[in-house]
Every structure is written in structure tokens, then in C-alpha cells.
């Protein structure tokens, strides 16, 4: 008994039927140019055929996701590794379970291996299970190209023996290859001369149409009507479909592929500058501020010791104290002013500097706030920054909370960064950035970028010119681009002739 399934009507109107016994022992070969309608046609074979026979699809732009649910289909995913692959392709055969290999997410080099084993898999299965299966593979030059490409010789040796394997022995183990192609000449020859069908769509390039005349034995003048073609119709060859060449136009689909056609749609009117902002505006893709550690680090110790130091107290206390509250913060501050005016207080412990502190503060008896150690770290950290002490902005206050999770000598360098990006200034030159770490050597400043980076307090983008853009976790804010070296020097103009110049 034949059992066809209807591809299309011909120019005549008549239905054109495949012999699906036979297909399977002599393979089709599709080809076309993009949009000819290849897909299309695949879809139209596996959805006719899918309550026939055995399916397996090698779905490269997880396009067969609507179709699997509709027939039943298995989806395995590419996720797994070559051996699980191999063992998931011997399951299929021996359950007979027709199934769609997604590939979606990889890249070439991957989808060349990944198919690799799933097909060599297919094809090794125990003998008792060399049911009769049809396997498809569109863009069958991904996976069997007539050239080596841009991947690697080891995946393309893997991909293209598989291939081969499927399209020259796979007769005898039941598997038959139905393959589409946009370009005959990427295709590895061996691959395609093995089917004996051949459904050719419209075409253009003349290497094409002449490497489609000779294996349909067609003269090239003939093959010129491939040209002709419109977008859906193919002409039809072979012992499956017919023994004369005739043009079928294929019949619709049941489920949908995702990429349609492109067709033309109405532009958006938004003004230049609405787009220059949805372009441009750092909003959606902010990274997230990290999520804060609590350290337990030992400022206490170095707290108790500090204050609690006898010496230090070298001033009579019996006496009253008639300032004001705001006298006293005004000398605090200058205090801090004057520690902060020294040039090495950048590169001096921060134990040292808050003994200074300490000192100064007790010497004109303001002990109560030389006392919080807390308080003068995060003090000083703003400072080295140059930051008020009294920031409110809520923005600011994120960061300054997740400034407290990093170590300590890295918040004044971080918090740096922040106020460069939050006026959208320069992002601080190597130098600085070591500097105000403590730090005289500028490879510590890419250094501490790097440690910041990689917890996610900030985001490094380098353009072409390796110009620096830094990016604040959590908010919006982002420096100019800036070189990490600094201002580089600026190249000389060439002098403009004067005979140039009265032009
Ligand atoms: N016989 C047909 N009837 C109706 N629509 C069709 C037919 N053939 C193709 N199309 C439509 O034309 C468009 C392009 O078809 P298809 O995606 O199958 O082309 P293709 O040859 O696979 O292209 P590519 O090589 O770029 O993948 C699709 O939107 C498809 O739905
Ligand atoms: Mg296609």
C-alpha cells in the first residue's frame, strides 16, 4: 500500500502527492534562496506526516516549539552533555518517540557539536531498533558546510561525519534525511548528492542554479527557471515525488514558525529627542546594587585602644563648658579640616589618622565625639571623596550604605567614583583612584576597579579607544568616558598650508 501525504497543487492544478515508503529510502533535498519558502515546506512534510512515521527535528532557531506541542513531540534541549545526548538519541530509537533536538541559545560551534551527537546517537542504536525514521535538518549547511568556517575543525570534522553518516548510511538503519538549504555551494557535495528527491525553490546565484542543474541532470538553460520561482513554489524531482520535474505550489501549515515574513510597518512617531533619551538613558538596564555584607571587622579594638588610652587625656575637665552645640561641631570640623589639609593623610592608616583625631578632639575636651570610630570611618571615607557629611539624596544614601560592606580602605575610592558618576564627570584616573586608596602605584587603581567590578558595586565598559566608562550599581549614574592614564596628550595638528586656507 502507498501512503502519500499532499505537498501542494502543481501549475495544473493537480495535487501533488509524496510517497512517504518511498522517501524513506531516497531522501530529499531542499533548496532555495532566503524566503523561498523552505521552512515552510519542511513544516508542511512533518505536520502531513507526523501520525505516519517516526520524526526527529534538528531545530536550530526553536521554531518547532508550537509544532511539538501540537504532535506530541519531545523537546530535548541542548543543555546536556555529549554522552546524555548519545543515550537520549538510543532511548528515542527503541521507544520510537518522535522528538524535536532544540538548539536555540547556542552558538554555531555548539550547535555543530550538540548535533553531532544526537544524530550519532540516532545512528548507533542497537539493530533490533533500526525502526524507519525521518529526520529533518533545515539550514542543513550549519551543520554539513562544504568549507571550513569560522569554527573549529574539531566540530565541524564531528558535525559534518554525522551528516554524512545520516545521509549516505543511514538508509539501512531506518533513518532518512529530509535537509534544506538557502545556498547548494555551502553545502558539502557528498551530503547532497545522496538524496534522491529534490524540491528546488526560487534562486538566484548562478553557482546555485548550476550546482541544482547537474544533480537534477538538467541542462542550465532549464535551471534558469529557478529564477522564476515565486516565494512558496518549488519544482518537484524524484523517485518520491515525480519522475518528470513539475512546479508545485506548497499547501499551508498548521502551526506557525516564529519568524514571519517582514513586512512593512508603520514607523513611531517620537521626536529626536524622546529617542535620543529611550536610546541613550542608562533607566532599565542599571545593575543592581549589591547585596550589603555585614562585616564584623575590628574597629572596636582599634576603637577601645584608642580612646581609652590614659595619655591622651591631658585636659582639666572640672572646668564648665559653656559652648554651644553648633561651636562645638564647627571646631570638630575643623579639626577634621586640618588632618584632612595634610597631603599624606591619604596614605596613612586609618587607625593613625582617628588617634589624631582622638588627640585633637580631647585636647579641647570634645572627647563625646572623638569617640564614635563608626562614625569618623565613614566620615573620613566621604571626605576622601570629597563628599558633604550631611548628604540626604536617597540615592546617595544607598550608595554610602552599600560603600560600608566594602573593606575599608576601598569605601573613599568607591564612594570617589560615585560622586564622579553622579555629575557625570570624568571616571578618576588610575592615579587618583590608588591615591586615594593609599596607594602611590597607579596598577592599583585598575586593581581595585576590577575587585569592585567583579562583586557588582560597579559596572567597567572600555570603548575602542580604551576610554573608561564606570557604572554605579543600584542608580542610574555613570561617569564621562575618560582615559585611565588621564588627559592623553593631545597629537599635533598638521599645519594648514596658507595656499589651502584662501580657498
Ligand atoms: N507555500 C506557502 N504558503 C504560504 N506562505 C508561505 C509559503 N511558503 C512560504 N511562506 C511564507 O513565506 C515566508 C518565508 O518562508 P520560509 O521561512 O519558509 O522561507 P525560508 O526559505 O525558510 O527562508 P530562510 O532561508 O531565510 O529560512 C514565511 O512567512 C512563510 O510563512
Ligand atoms: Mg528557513
Known amino acids: 500500500m502507498r501512503v502519500g ?177 538557502q545556498r547548494l555551494a555551502k553545502l558539502a557535495k557528498n551530503v547532497a548528492a545522496e538524496a534522491s528527491n529534490f524540491l528546488m525553490g526560487r534562486t538566484f546565484l548562478d553557482i546555485d542554479m548550476a550546482r541544482a542543474a547537474d544533480l537534477l541532470g538538467m541542462e542550465r538553460r532549464q535551471a534558469e527557471a529557478f529564477r522564476d520561482l515565486v516565494s512558496g513554489q518549488f519544482v518537484a524531482l524524484g523517485p518520491a515525488l515525480s519522475r518528470r520535474p513539475v512546479e508545485v505550489r506548497i499547501a499551508g501549515v498548521e502551526t506557525k514558525s516564529r519568524s514571519g515574513r517582514p513586512s512593512l510597518m508603520p514607523l513611531p512617531e517620537a521626536d529626536a529627542e524622546d529617542l535620543n533619551d529611550l536610546i541613550f538613558d542608562a533607566g532599565e538596564d542599571i545593575p543592581p546594587m549589591p547585596q550589603p555584607v555585614r562585616k564584623a571587622h575590628a574597629p572596636d579594638v582599634v576603637q577601645r585602644l584608642v580612646t581609652q588610652q590614659p595619655h591622651l587625656l591631658l585636659v582639666d575637665s572640672s572646668e564648665p563648658d559653656t559652648r554651644s552645640e553648633t561651636e562645638k561641631q564647627s571646631e570638630v570640623d575643623a579639626i577634621f579640616a586640618e588632618i584632612l589639609a595634610d597631603p599624606d593623610a591619604a596614605f596613612r592608616p586609618v587607625p593613625l589618622i582617628y588617634q589624631e583625631f582622638v588627640y585633637h578632639c580631647r585636647m579641647r575636651r ?55 558618576a553622579s555629575q557625570g564627570a570624568d571616571c578618576p584616573e588610575d592615579g587618583t583612584l590608588a591615591r586615594v586608596y593609599g596607594s602611590h602605584s597607579p596598577s592599583r587603581g585598575r586593581w581595585l576597579l576590577t575587585f569592585m567590578a567583579e562583586r557588582g558595586y560597579i559596572v567597567c565598559d572600555t570603548d575602542f579607544r580604551g576610554y573608561r566608562t564606570v557604572r554605579i550599581a543600584g542608580v542610574g549614574w555613570r561617569t564621562a568616558p575618560s582615559h585611565p592614564k588621564g588627559a592623553l596628550p593631545v597629537r599635533p595638528q598638521r599645519p594648514v598650508r596658507a595656499s589651502r586656507l584662501a580657498k
Open 366 to 420: 570634645l572627647e563625646d565625639y572623638g569617640n564614635d570610630m563608626a562614625a569618623f570611618r565613614r566620615r573620613l571615607a566621604l571626605a576622601r571623596a570629597g563628599l558633604d557629611s550631611g548628604i540626604e539624596d536617597p540615592d546617595w544614601l544607598r550608595v554610602l550604605e552599600a560603600s560600608e560592606s566594602l573593606p575599608e580602605e576601598m569605601q573613599g575610592v568607591y564612594l570617589l567614583i560615585a560622586r564622579a
Open 5 to 181: 501525504i499532499e505537498l501542494g497543487k502543481t501549475s495544473s492544478g493537480e495535487p501533488l502527492q509524496m510517497d512517504l515508503e518511498e522517501l524513506l529510502s531516497t531522501r530529499l533535498l531542499v533548496q532555495g534562496n532566503s524566503g523561498s519558502g523552505k521552512s515552510h515546506l519542511l513544516r508542511r512534510i512533518l505536520e502531513q506526516s507526523a501520525g505516519l512515521v517516526q520524526q526527529a527535528i534538528i531545530d536550530p532557531e526553536g521554531d518547532f516549539g508550537a509544532f511539538a506541542e501540537r504532535y506530541g513531540h519531545v523537546v530535548v534541549d541542548a543543555a546536556r552533555s555529549a554522552g546524555d545526548l548519545q543515550r537520549i538519541a538510543q532511548r528515542i530509537r527503541k521507544h520510537r518517540a518522535s522528538v524535536v533536538l532544540d538548539l536555540e541559545g547556542l552558538d554555531a560551534q555548539d550547535q555543530m557539536l550538540c548535533a553531532a551527537s544526537f544524530l550519532n546517537g540516532l545512528f548507533d542504536a542497537d539493530r533490533d531498533c533500526w525502526f524507519p525514521m525521518l529526520i529533518a535538518v533545515d539550514e542543513a549547511q550549519l551543520f554539513a558546510p562544504a568549507v571550513g568556517g569560522e569554527t573549529s575543525d574539531e566540530a565541524r570534522k564531528a558535525s559534518l561525519g554525522a551528516m554524512t553518516n545520516l545521509m549516505c548510511r543511514g538508509r539501512k538503519r531506518g533513518l532518512a534525511g529530509i535537509i534544506a538549504t
